[in-house]
């Protein structure tokens, strides 16, 4: 045996090995929810730093729940959904750079896009901002463009991707390129390529724009659903699916030659479709089977084998789908690098589990969060369909990242239904944004400051003193009447001369009054106190010699 033929595989080093999942109390779960029970191959669960959205299960139509994160415990049986579709929502994803926008997808063969205000649902909502129809038949999966504004990503049983502008409510590209039914899509880092897989088993890599096939290759063999998602800078994408056996697989390929995977590796031989969920910032692929009650995760390298195995999160209770929080909505200070929203198949439940990194100190982990994608848009939709690509806008996870999203720049000509609100909130945003000063001048002394115009400064003068004089019973205006400069005076009262000397003698007597009550109950409290300690030490002097005593008796 030659020294080349020595090994020893020993232990990788990773700050990941560790990560461990801690599922919420039954208390901060969402309960009595009734889920879908659609057979779709879909997460039916979408999750933002505002709302969650879970697709429900109604008798006729399609409708899914909206509910604040902070809403927690048991729903009550009649909450507000969004109820605006005729046919079984199939997929729900939320706008990446306005957590209050929903797009929503149907058996209907429309794509819905809903507003939600930031307190909730207060009633069942029905009326949608954009429709977009162009689908023949029913429309499986949506995805949002991770840079650009306002780009939509539609997959139907047709077998088209329809690219939509949903600020102008059109589509601006149809890809037809796919012989069968559409599985899943995924866009790459900057959006510049969409990754597909189809029930022809092939596996493609797509420029969106102009709808052309870069490269394609065959994948699983199986004949169950695959999925794919590209893995970070990487130029790779990794898929999970079936092998000719039935055996679940995740492979790795390279997406410029898909002729064949750089990696297989089988995971197990159960009958659930597995969706990966990928990780950018920390490099962590978690693969998730429907119907499992486990979830496994990975952390993906640039050298082969490309992705090792960490460790998984057991648990008794099967999955019908699965949300994920974007990163900037993790709790930093517990040292979540994950969060997902579970929902239960036998429980009307839906249970977040955190994935957390164990560290001892309660600072900020700098190399747990590395900037992240800001709720901002990179590009506009012109930008980008005219052939521009960028990376996400990056945002810091030391700030405090969750308390604003982007709204959407969109003119009343292109979207008027985009944002039915945003003019009354500019105008309140405006006032906010205002700051106040105060005049704590005296009526009389007061000029108007820049007035051209005389009429005006005497309106202003007018509309100050009715404010005055409809508050001159407030606390401050009483100190101002008895200290401040008095209207029509020549020059300021003396403080002395304001003040009734005798006021002064019956305050100073009052207080001296007060101080000496407080004096002689300091004065009690301490004898007390001594008397207390005294009696503390002739107990303990009786019973050391109880003690004694008994110690003679025992030697005697």
Not at 1 to 17: A, D, E, I, L
Not at 233 to 239: D, I, M, Y
Not at 413 to 435: C, H, I, M
Request: aromatic share 10%; net charge positive.
């Amino acid at each position: 045996m030659t020294n080349s033929q020595v090994w020893f595989r020993g232990v990788r080093s990773s700050k990941f090995r560790h990560v461990y999942g801690v599922s919420f109390k039954r208390e901060r779960c969402y309960d009595n929810i009734k889920i879908t029970r659609n057979a779709h191959d879909s997460n039916f669960c979408a999750v933002n730093p505002k709302f969650v959205a879970i697709v429900t299960e109604v008798a006729g139509g399609g409708a899914f729940l909206v509910l604040p994160l902070d809403h927690t415990g048991r729903l009550d049986f009649n909450a507000s959904r969004v109820t605006g579709h005729k046919g079984p929502v199939l997929d729900i994803k939320w706008n990446p750079f306005n957590d209050n926008i929903i797009a929503s997808c149907s058996d209907d063969c429309t794509v819905k896009l809903w507003h939600i205000p930031d307190g909730g649902l207060s009633m069942h909502l029905t009326d949608w901002l954009v429709e977009l129809h162009g689908h023949k038949r029913r429309v499986a999966y949506i995805e949002w463009h991770p840079t650009a504004e306002n780009i939509l990503l539609s997959a139907g049983f047709d077998y088209l991707i329809f690219v939509w502008d949903v600020g102008k409510g059109e589509a601006v590209k149809v890809i037809d390129c796919h012989s069968d039914v559409i599985y899943c899509m995924s866009f790459n880092r900057d959006g510049s390529l969409l990754a597909t897989t189809c029930k022809d088993k092939k596996l493609r890599v797509i420029e969106p724009r102009r709808g052309i096939v870069l490269s394609e290759g065959p994948c699983h063999l199986g004949t169950k659903a695959s999925k794919c998602t590209f893995l970070g800078s990487q130029a790779k994408v990794l898929t999970t699916g079936f092998s000719r056996y039935s055996d679940r697989q995740y492979a790795v390929w390279d997406q410029h030659d898909l002729s064949k995977p750089l990696v297989c590796e089988t995971i197990d031989s159960s009958s659930g479709v597995v969706f990966p969920y990928y990780d950018y910032d920390t490099n962590m692929v978690y693969l998730a089977g429907k119907g499992d009650g486990n979830i496994r995760y990975y952390e993906v390298v640039d050298e082969p084998p490309y992705v090792h195995f960490l460790n998984q999160f057991l648990s008794g209770n099967p999955q019908r789908g699965l949300g994920f929080m974007p990163k900037r909505g993790v709790n930093t200070a517990a040292c979540e690098v994950f969060r997902f929203y579970k929902l239960h198949t036998s429980r009307g439940l839906c249970e977040p589990i955190s994935m957390i990194v164990p560290r001892k100190s309660d600072c900020f982990q700098e190399d747990l969060y590395p900037d992240t994608a800001a709720p901002l848009p990179a590009l506009s939709a012109k930008d980008w369909l005219s052939g521009m690509n960028a990376s996400p806008l990056l945002i810091s996870m030391k700030t405090g990242v969750t308390i604003s999203t982007h709204k959407p720049r969109t003119s009343s000509k292109e979207a008027p239904a985009l944002q039915p609100q945003d003019a009354n909130n500019r105008k309140k945003f405006a006032f906010l944004s205002r700051e106040t000063t105060p005049d704590y001048r005296p009526l009389g002394t007061w000029q108007p400051e820049n007035h051209t115009n005389d009429n005006d400064a005497n309106q202003t003068i007018m509309e100050k003193s009715q404010k005055t004089n409809a508050n001159q019973n407030t606390k401050f205006h009483q100190l101002q009447r008895m200290f401040g400069k008095q209207t029509g005076d020549a020059e300021p009262v003396p403080l002395y001369k304001q003040i009734n000397q005798g006021d002064v003698f019956s305050t100073e007597h009052e207080l001296r009054l007060a101080f000496n009550r407080q004096g002689e109950e300091l004065r009690i409290v301490k004898r007390q106190l001594q008397n207390s300690q005294q009696r503390v030490r002739e107990l303990e002097q009786h019973v050391a010699a109880l003690q004694a005593r008994l110690q003679r008796e025992e030697s005697n």
